[in-house]
């Protein structure tokens, strides 16, 4: 749905509606990279913008706390059918805003944090100096190796709260060596094992970490975050039947609204639902629950699946005419949708800031990203992620990937100047005109 400039927002709030022109104009006339990124249909911006923004409706289909939730029920139970149909899973939670929030309702229901007080007999002994006992252990992926925040960061809540060892990717292959997860997990023992991650290529042997798993006694979560929308089409082998918990975005390649969802075993199921409401927030955002729904509808649609294959093939030919440039490509491709440049190669003295900033002028929109064993800073970084969804859902093919990788290759060496990124930007402006975004 274009803007339009009879908008109630436009006549209300001229200020801000400034800043909704400049944000359409911004979308309409740029490249979209970024890999947790994408554009929703329609229907379910409208979804998202709707009548539903109006109403509490604290607790679940049946047992609300609130009264006039007959149309909320009817809402959230089709958004929990449809991720049961299409995930194939015993339990699903619709309510969670983000996918930081599932994860964090996924700890809450099965893990002891560690407390700032030990046994009473030791306050009793050292009143002044309290003791902060252990929590419970978790092993996931080192977020420099492309894991997420949300997987025992130490400025994040699970890093806090719980005891984290990290596993990483093989220097030589940029794979997961599952040898070294296995090591690691007989040393460290802990209560959950976590996979997924924010920036890794290539495909997850979910078999082979559930063997780990059960072996040292472990849950095990798989947060699907970024390939939600790969599995769900089959187009990536789904974790949902070896794992306790799956949690995911409803945006990304699932191309939902931004918000958050968990999946469980069902004897996880009440122990969730309770995590999330009361444990960790009271009414859910219905209009957010309302566009999700409308969003896996969508996903359950024949045409559904082959978008995914199209953004793998995007996500291939953008990769290897990358690496023809000689751009290096952490593990030297993608299985998926995203995509790790290690610029050190081909630009040894350009960062990952840099390249964000010149790409930025040129119209094509990435993020910096540290790459594995990386020596620059986070906010330097020698890497950059990159991802084909929203490019996809605006119709672009292979052709036009490899006019992309040329045009990447341009920017990143013209050393900031500022012709050669006003004559991209140029030639991006025209490949959005003849691509538009499904609102438009």
């Not at 092993?139 to 005891?163: A, I």
Request: charged residues 25%.
């Amino acid at each position: 749905m274009a803007l339009d400039n009879h908008s109630p927002i436009a006549k209300q709030d001229p200020e801000v509606w400034k800043a909704f022109v400049a944000e359409e104009e911004r979308q309409d006339t740029t490249l979209e990279l970024i890999a947790s990124e994408n554009h929703v249909s329609p229907a379910v911006l409208q979804a998202a913008g709707s009548i539903f923004t109006n109403k509490y409706a604290e607790g679940y289909p049946g047992r609300r706390y609130y009264g006039g939730c007959e149309n909320m029920d009817t809402i959230e139970n089709i958004a929990r059918d449809r991720v049961k149909q299409l995930f194939g899973c015993d339990h699903a939670n619709v309510q969670p805003s983000s996918g930081s929030q599932a994860n964090q309702a996924v700890f809450l229901a099965t893990m002891q944090p560690g407390s700032r007080f030990g046994e009473s007999e030791q306050r009793e002994k050292n009143p002044d100096q309290p003791v902060r006992t252990p929590g419970d252990m978790i092993l996931s992926l080192d977020l420099d190796h492309g894991g997420h925040l949300t997987h025992g960061k130490h400025v994040n809540m699970s890093g806090k709260w719980f005891r984290v060892t990290h596993y990483g990717v093989n220097r030589e292959t940029g794979r997961i060596d599952m040898d070294e997860v296995r090591r690691l997990a007989r040393q460290c023992k802990p209560k959950m094992i976590i996979t997924g991650a924010s920036a890794y290529s290539r495909i997850w042997d979910w078999d082979a970490f559930a063997e780990i798993a059960e072996d040292v006694g472990a849950m095990l979560l798989a947060d699907i975050a970024h390939i939600a929308g790969l599995v769900a089409a089959g187009e990536h082998p789904s974790p949902v039947p070896v794992c306790d918990f799956v949690t995911t975005t409803t945006h990304k390649t699932l191309r939902g609204p931004r918000g958050g969802l968990a999946m469980c075993k069902e004897q996880w199921a009440k122990k969730l639902d309770s995590a999330v409401f009361p444990g960790m927030q009271g009414g859910p955002l219905m209009h957010a629950v309302a566009a999700k729904a409308v969003a896996f509808g969508e996903a359950l649609q024949p045409g559904f699946k082959d978008y995914q294959k199209r953004v793998i093939e995007n996500a291939k030919t953008l990769a290897e005419s990358l690496i023809s440039r000689k751009l290096n490509i952490v593990s030297g491709g993608t299985d998926n949708h995203v995509m790790l440049v290690d610029l050190r190669d081909g630009f040894p003295d350009v960062t990952g800031a840099m390249a964000e900033d010149w790409l930025g002028q040129a119209g094509i929109v990435v993020n910096k990203n540290m790459i594995p064993f990386d020596e620059r800073k986070p906010m330097e970084t020698s890497g950059l992620r990159l991802g084909t969804p929203a490019l996809t859902t605006r119709g672009l093919g292979p052709d036009e990937m490899r006019t992309v990788a040329e045009l990447i290759t341009k920017a990143i060496g013209s050393a900031g100047d500022a012709s050669v990124l006003g004559n991209i930007r140029n030639d991006v402006r025209e490949m959005c005109k003849q691509f538009k975004l499904p609102h438009a």
